[in-house]
Each structure stands twice: as C-alpha cells, then as structure tokens.
C-alpha cells in the first residue's frame, strides 16, 4: 500500500504558531534510453504562519514563505549573530505561489514585496515575522487576487531550544533538497553494481 509522508515541524508563540514543511525537489531523466537522472529543480522548506486568536488557529489567514537551499544556507550561517531579511516581490498575475511562479520581479513603484525577516533576540531566541512591505513600510495589504493573507505582520519568536531544532532541520534537510543526497547514493549503488559486473 502507498503510504503518504508529509514531514512538519510546529511552534506554538502567544499569537501565531508556526510550522516548516519541506518541498521536495523534483528529477528529470535523459539520455535515449533515460537512463541519466539529475536535479530538474531544487527543493525548498516551506515556512508557514497562521494567527492565533484566544484558542482557535486561524489557517485561512496563513502566510507562506519558501526559501530555497542557497537562501537556508545564508540564514543558518548568519543566526543567531546577524539580521537576515528575505524578499518576494508579489505579482498577481502571475501562478498559484506554491511553486515560486508568483515571485517576479515588478518595476512599478506600486509592487508589494512580501518579507521574511529573521531577528536575533535576548537569550539567543530569534523573532520571525512575514510581512508585506511597500518602499520599506511595513503591514501593508497584498495585491488582490493572489490568495495571500491579509492579516500582516505576523511573528513568533522562537525561543533558544526552538531555534536549535529548526537550524538542525534545516542543515539536515540542504543535501536532501538540493538533490545532492539522492544522486550520490543511487551514483554509489551504481558504482557498486558495476564494480561487481
């Protein structure tokens, strides 16, 4: 029986919880008989944040922001020492977002960027806020028609320990994402079973 695997991790803050979730990268074969399989795009981990308000967790007011392995990589080398701020600017015309098709960049003095910002706190916690921006002022509304929540900004801060399992997740996960991790173990097998041929 096929079994469906959907890897998360939560953090509950007072007024927004949290989770990370990855996006698988996806692979393409070549070759005539397609017998070559490489990368066809990255994966990414998806950062999901959703109010809370008294004891219910309002989902429909979710924002989402994916960051790829380079991007993973610059915010585990610089937390919890350094700033790191993300950017999307948001085009409404352009995809359903899941695939970063909907990230575009937009000329007009009118584009809304959407910001993931990642700030060391007191005791080595990390406060992190999505929020929609617009020539650097923040809790603006997004462009109509893309689906994103318009309640902004959100944040949690994540204490010490929350931010340790979630930098280990992430520095797990990089090889795995990048499709590094897959290649080089199905290249092993490979290597092996020629080896004994």
């Known amino acids: 029986r096929n079994m469906k695997v959907f890897p998360s991790y939560s953090v509950y803050g007072e007024t927004s919880i949290l989770n990370i979730k990855p ?13 070559f399989i490489s990368v066809d795009k990255k994966g990414r981990i998806l950062f999901e944040l959703s109010p809370i308000t008294g004891n219910n967790i309002n989902w429909g007011e979710m924002i989402k922001f994916a960051l790829s392995v380079e991007e993973l990589g610059l915010m585990i080398s610089q937390l919890p020492f350094h700033q790191v701020r993300f950017v999307r600017q948001l085009n409404s015309m352009d995809g359903d977002g899941m695939n970063g098709s909907r990230y575009n960049t937009i000329t007009n003095d009118e584009s809304i960027e959407k910001t993931l910002t990642l700030t060391p706190s007191d005791g080595a916690a990390i406060m992190l806020e999505l929020d929609y921006m617009k020539n650097g002022v923040g809790g603006q509304l997004p462009p109509m028609n893309t689906g994103e929540s318009t309640t902004a900004p959100q944040h949690i801060l994540l204490q010490a320990g929350e931010w340790e399992v979630i930098r280990a997740i992430v520095q797990d996960s990089i090889p795995s994402l990048a499709g590094w991790k897959l290649l080089m173990d199905v290249a092993a097998k490979d290597a092996l079973t020629n080896r004994s041929s």
Request: aromatic residues 8%.
């Open 23 to 35: 996006i698988m990268p996806t692979f393409k074969t070549s070759g005539k008989e397609g017998n």
